[in-house]
């Protein structure tokens, strides 16, 4: 199967194609009367189960899964190790249904593209999770530094997580972290600095 970068969880209906990109901060925001039960993290295995049109991303394309991965809480630190993913899963808050926002991934140059932003349409229920995940699959993508992930809707900020994405030998442990029994173990990491703990 054709692998694809981007990965997110198609558990409520997708909305048109995104508009344009909005810019942001690095600082990390929750806006708790919205979205409830913010969670972020890596994933080091997901099962995909098709694929769909993302016009605003480098590839053109996101892929989708039907059971919501798993997301290790170990931080904001993320090594820059090729098929490892990290992202942010949420639900709309108690009485909130959110169809059409904006899920945009904020990054580093990918070198010889320059490609910095990407983005596509997401939508939150208060009785389900959505989990949006980015996943290094080719070498140009694993760049170091700040990554954002941040979802908008009708002008308002969701969430936004920002990520430090560092070398892999400036991760502890970083060259059997996608072993089984390595991931469940590793306790978390400090938080990405300058990000609140």
Request: hydrophobic content about 40%; glycine content about 8%.
């Amino acid at each position: 199967m054709k692998h694809m970068r981007l990965t997110f969880l198609l558990a409520l209906s997708i909305a048109a194609p995104a508009a344009e990109a909005q810019e942001t901060s690095a600082e990390l925001y929750i806006n708790t009367a919205l979205v409830a039960e913010v969670s972020y993290g890596l994933n080091c295995a997901v099962e995909i189960t098709g694929s769909m049109e993302a016009p605003d991303t480098d590839r053109g394309q996101v892929d989708v899964f039907d059971t919501p991965p798993e997301l290790s809480p170990l931080g904001q630190v993320v090594p820059a190790l090729l098929g490892l993913g990290f992202g942010v899963r949420a639900r709309a808050a108690d009485g909130v249904t959110i169809t059409g926002a904006t899920f945009t991934v904020h990054h580093p140059p990918f070198p010889g593209r320059g490609t910095t932003t990407q983005s596509w349409r997401a939508s939150y229920s208060d009785s389900a999770f959505s989990t949006h995940l980015y996943r290094f699959d080719f070498p140009y993508e694993a760049v170091t530094g700040t990554w954002v992930m941040h979802a908008t809707y009708e002008g308002e900020t969701l969430y936004r997580i920002p990520f430090t994405v560092v070398p892999p030998e400036a991760y502890p442990g970083a060259a059997t972290l996608c072993d089984p029994e390595s991931l469940l173990s590793f306790a978390p990491l400090p938080e990405a600095e300058g990000a609140p703990g």
